[in-house]
């Protein structure tokens, strides 16, 4: 056998074993934080659909090793607010039980997410956000406003009541405010209203604690990050938005960064960051699963 035909059965091995081998490696408290972690989906997002969960095995994976996982879900498409809104009462009632709550959003559901911590900072210990727009997406300015957008809102209203009804979310969709929400203006307005956490510079850190709430970020900045994912096509054409910045797709890497950075050029396009589709992500990247366990054992270390 040719030595570069060893060196990547090798490497498919090793990539194949390591979930395994961490398994035997991880005590099995690793993740068991204080406080319950709570999961906001993003934009089109849901808890699960036909047994496929929007969060690809992660709340089995913190499960496995001591967290306490609750899994939430908000309107596919509406304003920061009005999910926030939404939110909010499922955050009620999860922390009547534990007290308070670690809040980790994807996407739009990292601005969610700091919502709630704006109005009921007494019910959150921290917020995460994964691949959130906190400055806007060139993709929402692209689109919003455009001659494009009428025929956009009514086939994204019409998807995100597909996705609504079939995960029970009982929600009303609507795509033009959700936009707005993630355009660089209606970013900008947000971020006066809950301005906790934001960074003051361009591509700098926000406050980690606010309020007594802990901040926390993560992003990546890959795009076509494996042959077999379909997504990858999609998410290349969106990235053409961002000329030659750094992103993830739908995401530039700046805009992702909030309080505590704990990094922000993961090779993850913006579904690999919650481990979809399906699980196909960069064979040469840490495992998303594996980014979810590590942090959960740091707000664990924290004390939250």
């Known amino acids: 056998m040719k030595p570069w035909i060893k060196a990547?059965?090798?490497?498919?091995?090793?990539?194949?074993?390591?979930?395994?081998?961490?398994?035997?490696?991880?005590?099995?408290?690793?993740?068991?934080?204080?406080?319950?972690?709570?999961?906001?989906?993003?934009?089109?997002?849901?808890?699960?659909?036909?047994?496929?969960?929007?969060?690809?095995?992660?709340?089995?994976?913190?499960g496995r090793y001591g967290a306490t996982v609750y899994t939430t879900q908000v309107p596919a498409l509406d304003s920061t607010i009005a999910r926030g809104e939404a939110l909010l009462p499922q955050v009620q009632a999860i922390a009547a039980v534990h007290g308070k709550v670690n809040l980790v959003g994807h996407s739009h559901g990292g601005p969610t997410a700091r919502y709630i911590a704006r109005v009921r900072p007494d019910l959150v210990a921290s917020v995460t956000?994964?691949?959130s727009p906190h400055k806007g997406s060139p993709v929402a300015d692209l689109i919003y406003g455009s001659p494009a957008e009428s025929l956009a809102a009514k086939l994204g209203n019409a998807l995100g009541s597909l996705i609504d009804l079939l995960s029970g979310g009982g929600y009303n969709q609507d795509l033009r405010a959700s936009l707005y929400s993630l355009t660089t203006q209606g970013s900008d307005e947000f971020n006066r209203f809950a301005p906790a956490g934001m960074p003051t510079t361009a591509c700098g850190e926000g406050a980690a604690s606010v309020n007594g709430v802990r901040f926390y970020s993560w992003g990546g900045t890959g795009v076509l990050t494996n042959v077999l994912d379909p997504s990858d096509a999609?998410?290349?054409?969106?990235?053409?938005?961002?000329?030659?910045?750094?992103?993830?797709?739908?995401?530039?890497?700046?805009?992702?960064?909030?309080?505590?950075?704990i990094r922000d050029n993961y090779f993850m396009n913006h579904l690999d960051?919650?481990?979809?589709?399906?699980?196909?992500?960069?064979?040469f990247e840490t495992d998303p699963k594996a980014v979810f366990r590590q942090h959960a054992n740091r707000l664990k270390n924290a004390g939250l």
């Open 273 to 283: 960051e919650v481990n979809q589709a399906l699980g196909l992500h960069s064979l």
């Open 8 to 62: 990547a059965v090798l490497l498919c091995v090793m990539a194949w074993s390591a979930p395994t081998l961490a398994w035997w490696w991880t005590p099995s408290n690793y993740t068991e934080t204080r406080y319950p972690i709570v999961l906001v989906h993003g934009m089109f997002g849901f808890d699960s659909i036909a047994g496929v969960d929007y969060w690809y095995g992660i709340p089995e994976e913190l």
């Open 234 to 261: 999609l998410l290349g054409t969106t990235s053409l938005a961002f000329g030659f910045g750094a992103n993830d797709g739908l995401v530039g890497r700046c805009s992702s960064r909030f309080g505590d950075v």
């Open 129 to 131: 956000s994964v691949g």
